[in-house]
């Protein structure tokens, strides 16, 4: 933080403006925003900032409260590359969510736009600049285009007479006079779809009335709601047939990491599971050995999530040396300002579904859920500032516009970054994040773990017990992670907590039975110990038979019926053979599920 403080009055005139659109985020990201704001002075100044550089200091000026100039910052930008459509989203955003309060026009003047209507119906609109660049075949016009046409000073509702004193004098009149910056924003909003049909989906301007009247609009918006969530099935459709970076997912959807893990584990059906280990046995125990081995470990957003939620942070921590990438905190803080924003102002978001195609989720204002979660994630916060933060090294950074930065905007910033820091000797990747752990940004994947392995590694040397190992393999598995390896002390454990958590508890548990990493026998030895342990008890909270049929049915889901059913009465008839009532019972139920 001392060099954050000190850097913007040492600025030299040969610093990038680059580093210096960095640094002014760094300092936004740390709430040092009078700081932020001279360096950002200081970047205006450079006279030869390119139409992006130029936009990005727009963003970074609604950053720190200084939204009128924003938008100007922003709409020179717009005007110098007007057909780019990411200076075309962030313009529009600039202007409508930064509450930048532009001055409204009440005459046609510089930088203003005006429409006019003739008595026969007939539109004509103007655009009138003070400056360069003008496109005529933009309806755009010189101030002194404009001073020869008559059209300077006219207000709404005032007549202008074209080619007066002329055999083709015309009258119009006024209906509109706008800041040319709204007019621009309003323009992006109502064609940005038909003008970049292959960019993802930014806006749409849709009348539904003021009492929600309007049927017609009405009926678009259910329809564009459900067309959104069709995309959105897609993305995460996508994210389970090619096991994607959960980076690049959320990106896509325009979340955060965090809301999607948590939606893999509230709607699995949807949005789950959620990949975070490799799903063979091979793959598998290199990741514990990396995990028990690990010297030094390079932090993720889904890593701390996890290790956060299951008290974990303390222990990773005296087991290895934790890495934050710089960018993360970045991350972390920006989920920390946006958390923020809703406990004061409380959530809403619209989505499809409901009787009526559209439903409504809205939390009001220091909402408990709300507030915990700002909780957490300044808890969060507070600990990885607390290890070793590494910015990205000088070597890996490229310039603008080259492939690798873009390979970094399309993962997440921090996402990237971590894997570049994994890439050293000695170094492992802690990330419940299959898609990025497989991800080979230089030749193979670098060293990594999840929490599924980090768990067993973290009981084979002792820092936790098997108990605690297993608990939280169940919590893993009951928030649909994928893949653990299954053992029946987890299952007999979820068994145990039936009574607890109800028999719909034990499905995830037992579908683990049908897991690549064992074979059809090893499932059935499991099955038939779970069951065994089960018998064995003064209490019997689940029958042998429903234990019996739910370890079949799971089986099933990788191997026929026939050999499950051979398979489980096999190692009954071995396990329990000093139980024949319980023996029995597997046979009967067995015999049950072979005539279904």
């Known amino acids: 933080h001392r060099d954050l403080h000190s850097f913007p009055t040492r600025r030299s005139s040969d ?10 985020k760094a300092l936004i990201d740390v709430d040092r925003l009078p700081e932020a704001s001279a360096c950002l002075d200081e970047l205006l100044q450079t006279p030869d900032l390119t139409p992006i550089e130029l936009m990005q200091a727009a963003e970074l000026l609604r950053g720190v409260g200084r939204g009128p100039e924003a938008v100007d910052a922003g709409f020179r930008a717009f005007r110098r590359e007007s057909g780019n459509p990411d200076i075309q989203r962030s313009f529009a955003t600039v202007l409508f969510m930064g509450g930048a309060g532009v001055p409204p026009a009440d005459q046609v003047g510089p930088d203003t736009y005006v429409s006019l209507r003739r008595s026969d119906g007939e539109a004509r609109e103007y655009v009138v600049y003070a400056e360069p660049p003008i496109d005529p075949l ?18 709404n509702g005032e007549e202008w007479i074209a080619n007066r004193g002329t055999r083709n004098q015309e009258r119009w009149t006024v ?77 896509r959807l325009g979340c955060m990491i965090v809301e999607l893990m948590s939606a893999a584990s509230s709607e699995p059906e949807t949005a ?35 290790a956060y939620s299951l008290k974990l942070l303390d222990q990773v921590a005296d087991s290895m040396a934790v890495v ?16 923020k924003q809703r406990v004061d102002s409380g959530y809403s978001k619209l989505g499809a579904g409901g009787p009526a ?13 709300l507030v915990r979660r700002y909780e957490v994630v300044l808890e969060q916060l507070a600990w990885a500032e607390s290890q070793t933060v590494e910015p990205r090294p000088l070597e890996n950074i490229r310039p603008a516009g080259s492939r690798e930065e873009e390979v970094r905007g399309y ?8 894997v570049i820091l994994a890439q050293r000797p000695d170094v492992a990747l802690y990330a419940d994040d299959l898609g990025l752990r497989k991800l080979a940004l230089s030749g193979s994947p670098v060293a990594s773990f999840s929490t599924v392995s980090l768990l067993v590694a973290l009981a084979e040397r002792g820092l936790i017990s098997g108990e605690e190992r297993d608990h939280n393999l169940l919590r893993l598995v009951r928030g649909y992670y994928a893949y653990a390896t299954p053992t029946s002390e987890l299952l007999d454990l979820a068994v145990r907590e039936e009574p607890e958590h109800g028999m719909g508890s034990l499905r995830q548990p037992f579908a683990l039975l049908a897991a690549t990493s064992v074979t059809a026998n090893q499932a059935a030895q499991i099955a038939v110990s779970v069951i065994k342990n089960a018998a064995l008890r003064s209490i019997e909270t689940v029958s042998i038979e429903s234990l019996t049929e739910l370890a079949l049915r799971a089986m099933a889901a990788r191997w026929q019926m026939p050999l499950c059913i051979s398979l489980v009465s096999q190692e009954a008839g071995e396990q329990l053979r000093l139980l024949p009532q319980h023996q029995e019972a597997v046979r009967r139920t067995c015999a049950k599920v072979r005539s279904h």
């Not at 010189?142 to 207000?155: H, M, P, V």
């Not at 280990?277 to 990741?287: H, L, N, P």
């Not at 993962?411 to 971590?418: I, K, P, V």
Request: proline fraction near 4%; hydrophobic fraction near 45%.
């Open 138 to 155: 933009r309806n755009e016009i010189s101030l002194q285009d404009a001073a020869t046409k008559g059209i300077l000073g006219l207000r």
């Open 15 to 24: 610093l990038s403006s680059r580093i210096s659109i960095v640094l002014a």
């Open 324 to 339: 934050v990438p710089r960018s993360l905190l970045d991350e972390i803080r920006a989920e920390l300002k946006e958390d």
């Open 357 to 369: 195609g559209m439903s409504m989720t809205d939390l009001p204002a220091n909402h408990p859920g």
């Open 272 to 306: 789950g599971p959620l990949v975070a280990e490799w799903a063979d046995a091979q793959g598998q125990a290199k990741s514990v050995l990396t995990a028990r081995t690990c010297v030094t470990a390079v932090l993720t957003r889904s890593g701390l999530e996890t």
């Open 175 to 251: 209906e509109a006079v706008l800041p040319a910056s709204v007019h621009a924003a309003q323009d992006i909003v109502a064609h940005y779809g038909d003008r970049f049909a292959s960019q993802p989906f930014f806006v749409e301007q849709i009348t539904v009335g003021e009492n929600l009247d309007n049927a017609v609009g009405m009926a678009h918006l259910i329809g564009l709601l459900g067309e959104q969530h069709d995309f959105q099935a897609g993305v995460i459709k996508l994210y389970r047939e090619q096991v994607l970076p959960l980076g690049l997912v959320a990106q």
């Open 411 to 418: 993962l997440g910033r921090s996402s990237y970054d971590a």
